[in-house]
Nanobody
Framework: QVQLVESGGGLVQAGGSLRLSCAAS????????VGWFRQCPGKEREFVAA????????SYADSVKGRFTISRDNAKNTVYLQMNTLKSEDTAVYYC???????????????????WGQGTQVTVSS
């Protein structure tokens, strides 16, 4: 089992940047594929980005492609989401999720993940 803790959320102006972190504890996180999801009030949780356990493969939602970058540092058991050129519609609670997978697998659906963090709020003011 792995425990996930997100950090790095906050209030930022439109056009600004934030970097979210997802720190894993418990089992070695390098065996896990990781994803970021977000949920706006009154809306379904949606996929944002995902990375394979080795970090070689990534996937992004169309709405964030070119603006967000997912990466990982397995030595630090941490996955990052660098968010640039933020827009008001990026305002949401951001969650990281993890699931034990073979190398090279990226997971873009909620149901593919067994472990979730508690979320971190990102607010983008226009």
């Amino acid at each position: 089992q792995v425990q996930l803790v997100e950090s790095g959320g906050g209030l930022v102006q439109a056009g600004g940047s934030l970097r979210l972190s997802c720190a894993a504890s418990g089992r070695t996180s390098r065996d896990y594929a990781v994803g970021w999801f977000r949920q706006c009030p009154g809306k379904e949780r949606e996929f944002v980005a995902a990375i394979s356990r080795g970090g070689v493969r990534t996937s992004y939602a169309d709405s964030v492609k070119g603006r967000f970058t997912i990466s990982r540092d397995n030595a630090k058991n941490t996955v990052y989401l660098q968010m640039n050129t933020l827009k008001s519609e990026d305002t949401a609670v951001y969650y990281c999720a993890a699931d034990r997978r073979l190398t090279g697998v990226v997971i873009t659906t909620e149901t593919g993940y067994a472990y979730w963090g508690q979320g971190t709020q990102v607010t983008v003011s226009s």
